[in-house]
DNA sequence: ATCGTTCTAGAATATTCGCAC
DNA sequence: TGTGCGAATATTCTAGAACGA
């Protein structure tokens, strides 16, 4: 596409013409100033030859200061013309061969090796670091020719960015005046005349922010896998316990239940010693005596009899416990519910209340004894030779240890003793 | 401070001379070849209303070109200075973005709002969108004031990364040759007038980093919560646990002394037992020295059948808890091992047995009520109307049932039966 | 340290001699020239008075221009010398002034409102700014002045440090060529004229990013942390259920036992009473068939009396469950009910206390065995060594307790008090 | 121990390229 | 085909880190 340019003399056939913006003004003396009349920027496309599009017009010469985007056309200079034809021939070229290495990097090493910028700058003397030598009027003059700034910051920036370290010169730190003075910057792929080694030269990607963000990650990850196995285990550790607490409301249920049986048995011993005792007073009192069997009339049938009865009534109160842990408790709750089975089955007292009718009453009970005491004289008491003493003998001739009958391994042990007998148990299953 | 600068004829009061640097040349003819000779770039003090600095010379003119900063000053131009004055004056009351809005964005409105710039870029006649007009002047000669780049792909691209669509027109879609047309580009919180819309306008962010970052950050607030209710889950745990565990406790001293109680129980059992058998015992042993022994049923053997008896049931028993453990009470289990301290002393029970045999087994029974009745007539036995028959029609006549003295929901419920009715407790609560 | 500085007439008894890098060279004509080649910059020790330092040869003026630090000697230019005298003097008066504000801050705004530096630096029209007008001369020639260094990177880096900010201009970004062109920072605190604020501008330490970051790392840390101690906390909870859990299981096999040897007993007594109701019996029903009912005492009220006693006993223990739930047993409570039914009977235990009346006291027993024995002469008793005294005594060879067989722990606690102590011990567990 | 200087890195925005629908 | 977007690079402002005074 080309341009007609208003005040120039001949005609650029380049591709856009962008105007006079940030044109690149050499150290030019008076002499410059008739160049600087015609200048012009005209932006040249990858596709074209810069070479080519300098020649366009008969009367111009075109320099390209900008790299890869402006070219400056002036008529009539030659000896200009062809220095900045060549520095820019140079920078277009070499920036041509895209390797995957990265425009800074190209472009600094385009910038490093050209002898034409030598002045800002250079190789070092070893070639394998670079010195920028007026810091501020390469940050003024050069970079704007090859980026989209002219600080010097930026261009540090990059630097970093692409690995490059500042050379540290111990020199220049005694003489600390010299902070005028040359950079430098190295960077182990970037050395003179080995421009293979630059595709070695990467971007620093923020590895530091993904570095510190895999490790959070993992951390969280980890956190949230065991806040997640804490929470199943809780709801374990919940399911556990509120079984526990069922298990120890029915532990207290039936520990009311058997205190309450304590307490009938107690009941029931206590009446028997009443019951058995009477008579004795009784005796006493009627002075009753006669002597005749009293438990058996000889045909052996009554025992059987009694163990039936067991049996069935045994059936019976078994379907009852089914009905009370069923249904009638069966409103129920979580909490414990103390049944007090004696008002379930009142009959059950009965022969306690017999008991107490025989034996509370006195004069029931006299009466039996009595009647008893009338009727029939018992031989056991009359019996003069039934004395606790042959009963002992009797148990040493079968062998009978009546203090046996005292548990030792229960009636010795304590709470305390249990407790320990716990803690043992415990500790061994911990083993 | 004034300054008289070399070269320049007139004489410019205004604070500092910066120099030549970085001119803002527009484009110029012929004509302005002369008028670069003097070109100056002054300082204008931040005190100063840089319009009246414009004018502080008599044959100058003076061109803030540079906000706050700098003047370019000419002598004798009065349409270029014009131009220019105009046109820095504008920048310089409307530009001043210290919101926190993008500075694409500012820029954008300000173009667009700008009545200079309305030939390449203005609104719609609604108000709500914008167009660019002639595309390829916008590019390059308007975007490179503003941008660091003169093509129109990146200002759109720009424009997409702030949420900015381009208006497709119906007419357009269908006259494909007027694709040089204006493209028009909208955004809702983009409207003439109102810049107060434009803090609204966000750049879309690449969702990759800051994605991330939110994600981590709802990861954190999701893992403190959950940290949080699992601790107070835990405070409830424990002090559940702990009135379990004190629970527990008092149910081992109830247990303890439930025990003991037990004990007494059964050592006034086995006293009564003694109290009254041994009258019959002491009539046996007289019977036994007097005539011959009764339980021996003649031949001596019973003594060792009741014991042999005995052995037996102790092993039953112990095989028993030992199928209930899972292993013997010698090895070591997590469990609490009950010790059936019956089975430790096997003798305890000798007095029971004992009873066992006078008054379960029939025959035993009978034989020994027999021989007491033989050798000496009990007044109790020789009554055939003292029978357990009778004694249970008694019971009937009281309303007394015996049975009820075998407590069925006792007596026959094993320890695996407890233990079911221990589930179907809990099941219960479950529910 | 002195030093011979070539070129310079004189000798300077300075510290160091820096070289002449950084000078501060002011607008100068073709005069200056040689001004500038003797000029020197030697170091001043803080503890000098840069006064004093300043005529430490005869023909020179030393001027300190980098506060604190460096001092400019050239020969024979006293109006020079005075100008540049006068303005150090002002910088070190006003640094003198040293309140808790940070050097920095105090050089700065020194330098701000210094009108001899307006030149490079200096307010905004609205005074909360300043501006940098000429970056690169103003870090070479004001920089090196008050700091250490020349570099425009520090001061910015200085500025960051203490929370300036730089303004963004849009105009600045129009003309992007100009990128020479001033800077502009600002800082809440730091105003034109008010320097009391100047002692709010504080040193940015380094928790920014710590803040962002240490606090994620915090979280982490802590939320790792409450998870560790709610991981070991489960454990514990974990153990202390398996134990409470074993426990239970014990619990449960205890009561199990205790149930199995309370039937035992129960069966136990039931045969007791069985053998010793059976002669009784059979002797009443004998007697009932004979002669008239025994128990009827003659006016047939005995059945009547025994049941309403039993109704009585039913009354009683139902009224004492209710009051015991506060309730009807169909409400439902939260707490564990063990109702110990004895003590609602207190006649109950009146036998056991009969049986004490009888066993226990000695004298009365032997009377009343005496009595007996006087009345009617019973067969064991009469025999002097099948006494009750004598069973006593044998209790007491044995070591048996009779009033043991009341357990007062037991019949006089009620569930009120078996609460309480149960709260007791709890209560004592948790100190 | 804080402040200052320097080098490097982070973070946000900007520019360019290329792909996909 | 071109619009929208992802991705890589570039530019700018700010912050981190090391070291010395």
């Known amino acids: 596409m080309g341009s007609s340019i208003p005040g120039v003399e001949g005609h650029v056939n380049c591709d856009v013409l962008v105007g006079y913006k940030a044109v690149y003004r050499v150290c030019f003396g008076m002499a410059m100033f008739f160049l600087l009349f015609s200048l012009l920027m005209i932006k040249v496309t990858s596709s074209q030859d810069p ?3 300098l020649h366009n017009g008969a009367r111009f010469v075109c320099k390209q200061l900008r790299v890869d985007s402006y070219l400056f056309i002036q008529p009539s200079k030659p000896n200009l013309t062809h220095f900045l034809s060549d520095c820019v021939y140079r920078s277009v070229c070499k920036m041509r061969r895209s390797s995957n290495v990265p425009a800074f990097v190209t472009k600094l090493w385009t910038l490093v090796e050209d002898g034409d910028t030598n002045e800002f700058i250079c190789w070092s003397q070893e070639g394998n ?9 390469f940050a003024k003059e050069i970079l704007p020719k090859f980026f989209k700034h002219n600080n010097m910051a930026s261009f540090i920036r990059q630097l970093n960015v692409y690995g490059f370290r500042k050379v540290m010169h111990i020199d220049k730190v005694i003489v600390k005046q010299e902070q005028g003075g040359p950079v ?3 960077h182990p792929y970037f050395k003179h005349g080995q421009d293979d080694l630059l595709e070695n030269i990467k971007r620093k990607v923020s590895n530091a922010r993904p570095e510190e963000n895999k490790v959070r990650q993992e951390d969280l990850t980890k956190i949230l896998a065991s806040v997640q196995s804490v929470h199943s285990k809780q709801e374990n550790i919940d399911a556990r316990l509120a079984t526990l607490k069922r298990e120890n409301e029915s532990l207290w249920r039936e520990i009311s239940e058997l205190r309450q049986k304590h307490v009938h048995q107690q009941q029931l011993i206590k009446k028997l010693i009443q019951f058995i005792v009477t008579p004795v007073q009784n005796k006493h009192i009627l002075n009753l ?9 000889g045909n052996g049938k009554k025992p059987k009899y009694i163990h039936e009865m067991y049996d069935d009534k045994v059936c019976v109160e078994q379907s009852s416990v089914n009905s009370l842990n069923g249904t009638k408790n069966s409103e129920i709750s979580d909490d414990v519910i103390i049944c007090d089975l004696t008002e379930n089955d009142p009959e059950v007292t009965d022969p306690v209340k017999m008991m107490n009718s025989i034996l509370n009453e006195n004069g029931a009970i006299s009466q039996n004894i ?4 009338k009727l029939e004289p018992m031989d056991h008491l009359d019996s003069t ?8 003998s009797i148990g040493e001739h079968f062998g009978i240890d009546f203090d046996a009958l005292e ?4 009636s010795t042990e304590t709470y305390e003793e249990i407790l320990h007998d716990k803690e043992n148990l415990l500790n061994m299953g911990q083993r």
């Open 385 to 392: 030779d039934c004395s606790l003493e042959d009963w002992l």
């Open 289 to 297: 005596k006669r002597k005749r069997p009293i438990l058996m009339n």
């Open 51 to 53: 070479r080519a599009a």
């Open 129 to 137: 670091s670079f010195l920028v030598l007026d810091e501020q009027r």
């Open 407 to 410: 548990d030792p391994n229960f």
């Open 370 to 373: 009595i009647l008893l005491g």
């Open 184 to 186: 430098e910057f190295q």
